[in-house]
């Protein structure tokens, strides 16, 4: 199984902060998981994914839903 984090800029549910939340991969797809991470800026989020969990960044696709900045693996 892939672990996968996906940062999103102001999202419904958090609407005045970046949101990362983590999916796991296999065989059937994609599925979210109940983690994530909340901050109020884009910088402190990419921190803790570079530094602290040691992940790196993709940039987003073309047809990604427009609050998608960024997954990190």
């Not at 993709?58 to 900045?69: A, K, S, T, W, Y």
């Amino acid at each position: 199984m892939l672990a996968m984090w996906t940062v999103y800029k102001h999202p419904k549910d958090y609407p005045n902060d970046y949101v990362a939340r983590r999916f796991e991969v296999d065989a059937r797809g994609p599925r979210p998981t109940e983690s994530i991470i909340i901050s109020e800026t884009l910088e402190t989020l990419r921190d803790v994914l570079a530094f602290e969990m040691h992940l790196t960044p993709l940039d987003r696709n073309e047809g990604d839903d427009p609050v998608i900045v960024e997954t990190w693996l």
